[in-house]
């Protein structure tokens, strides 16, 4: 399961498409329209569709048992503090 926002939460692997509210329609928060097989309308969240879409990710790579992504170092010239 996954969260949308608003107290909402699909399975990660019902989601099948993610589009970006922009202009006049994202307001109040609304910013992703989700599409989940088995339903006919999209489900609006007020997260956005890359945040959606890193939790599919992880949720789908967990549940197939394959290790978690590692995220590349820091390259904005900062010095690392672990030696």
């Known amino acids: 399961m996954i ?3 608003y107290g909402k939460f699909v399975r990660a692997d019902r989601v099948y498409a993610l589009v970006p509210l922009e202009g006049a329609e994202r307001r109040d928060g609304r910013r992703t329209y989700v599409h ?4 006919s309308e999209p489900v609006v969240a007020s997260r956005s569709e890359r945040a959606i879409l890193a939790d599919v990710e992880a949720a789908l790579a967990e549940a197939a048992g394959l290790p978690q992504r590692r995220r590349g170092p820091v390259t904005t010239g900062q010095e690392s503090l672990l030696p």
Do not use: A, W
């Open 3 to 5: 969260p949308l926002g």
């Open 36 to 39: 989940v097989d088995g339903l």
